[in-house]
């Protein structure tokens, strides 16, 4: 399975995007997917993930309340909604998928990964 990121743009704060992960194969939706997000001379950094079924899904504490994640498995996609952007959300936005795996914060259990797509927030 290969991954393609999307939907990444200029936007101003306090406005929305959405994020779509989609997975080249059916077997997508076996997958679990996280979103991560790199800032500019930081670290990889959690943002979200949802385990195969969409049923049990995670956040980190700078983005809950604000993003959703979700699935919609019969067109091999995950999303990630994003509300009321701050500045700080300006990142380069990652995908990863784990193979029959549960929601999970850490990027060492995905073995997937896909290219980028860039969030600027402007204040």
């Known amino acids: 399975v290969q991954l393609q990121a999307s939907g990444g743009g200029l936007v101003q704060a306090g406005g929305s995007l959405t994020l779509s992960c989609a997975g080249s194969?059916?077997?997508?939706?076996?997958?679990?997917v996280g979103w991560f997000r790199q800032a500019s001379g930081n670290d990889l950094e959690f943002v979200a993930s949802?385990?195969?079924?969409?049923?049990?899904?995670i956040y980190s504490p700078s983005v809950k309340g604000r993003f959703t994640i979700s699935r919609n498995n019969a067109e091999n996609t995950v999303y990630l909604r994003m509300n009321s952007l701050k500045p700080d959300d300006t990142a380069v936005y990652f995908c990863?998928?784990?193979?029959?795996?549960?929601?999970?914060?850490?990027?060492?259990?995905?073995?997937?990964w896909g290219q980028g797509t860039q969030v600027t927030v402007s204040s």
């Open positions: 990863a998928a784990d193979w029959g795996g549960e929601a999970q914060s850490a990027a060492s259990a995905y073995k997937l």
């Open positions: 194969e059916r077997t997508f939706r076996n997958y679990a």
């Open positions: 949802t385990n195969y079924s969409g049923s049990t899904r």
